[in-house]
């Protein structure tokens, strides 16, 4: 138990230091006004597209890389997504933020399985507890189901089949399956926000930006989404 204590502690102290340099490198670097505008943008937009152009397996590879990373130090999963439909376009960005954030999730899963099972059974098994029956009903449908229509963070996704002993088999390819349609329309809609900043030298209105087709329908594909998010957890998901 104390040697499982050590291990957490220096895990979280390696999480903090990385996540400082990585903050002290950026605001180092740039300004938060720089950060923020939108000629900021177009430029790293500019810079980000030669280098794919230059070396398109290079790039892919890394972003991929970037990406297990960010899972693993528990990043939200919409940021690399948008990024990779920035930088990508959509569908291209959808494979490679699969490949990245699956990865990621499968390798969270399995420190966490190996480390913090028993706080995870502390901290969740009781509010979880209904789950279990619908797990073993038939684990691969119900997975996918929960990671397309649960409405849970996406971390906690990720740790949360750590209750069920979920099979590594089943997990990626119950995340493989139920995160696809998210994705897809996220790099949907950061394909959009690329085209609109090479249309736009200056900052286009909000008007500009929705009336986009790539935009708006990234959005009204979001909302169709939402409602089938809630009708499937209605149907399979509910206490």
């Known amino acids: 138990m104390e040697k499982d204590n050590k291990v957490k502690i220096y895990i979280g102290l390696i999480y903090i230091l990385i996540i400082s340099l990585f903050l002290w490198f950026l605001f180092n670097k740039f300004t938060i006004s720089e950060i923020t505008s939108y ?17 398109l397996i290079l790039i892919s590879t890394i972003y991929v ?3 297990i990373f960010w899972t693993l130090m528990c990043g939200f999963g919409s940021i690399p997504i948008l990024i990779s439909g920035f930088i990508f376009g959509k569908w291209m960005g959808t494979l490679l933020a699969l ?9 969270f899963y399995l420190l966490a399985k190996y480390f913090f099972k028993d706080l995870i059974l502390e901290k969740f ?3 979880f507890s209904w789950l279990f029956n619908k797990f073993k ?23 949360l089949p750590v209750l069920f002993d979920v099979k590594i088999k089943n997990f990626i390819m119950g995340s493989f399956l139920g995160m696809t349609p998210s994705i897809f329309i ?15 030298i200056s900052t286009p209105s909000i008007l500009q930006i929705v009336s986009t087709p ?3 329908l ?7 989404f939402l409602i089938f998010v809630i009708l499937m957890k209605n149907k399979f998901l509910k206490n």
């Open 39 to 55: 000629d900021f943008l177009r430029l790293q937009q500019n810079y980000l597209f030669s280098l794919k152009e230059k070396n």
């Open 65 to 67: 890389l970037a990406t």
């Open 99 to 107: 490949i990245g954030l699956v990865t990621g999730s499968t390798l």
């Open 125 to 127: 098994s009781k509010k």
């Open 137 to 159: 009903q038939n684990e691969l449908i119900i997975f996918i189901i929960f990671r397309a229509a649960s409405g849970i963070p996406f971390q906690i996704q990720n740790i």
């Open 186 to 200: 996220f790099c949907a809609l950061g394909e959009g926000i690329s085209k609109v900043i090479n249309q736009n």
């Open 214 to 216: 790539d935009i708006y």
């Open 218 to 224: 990234s959005i009204i594909g979001f909302i169709i």
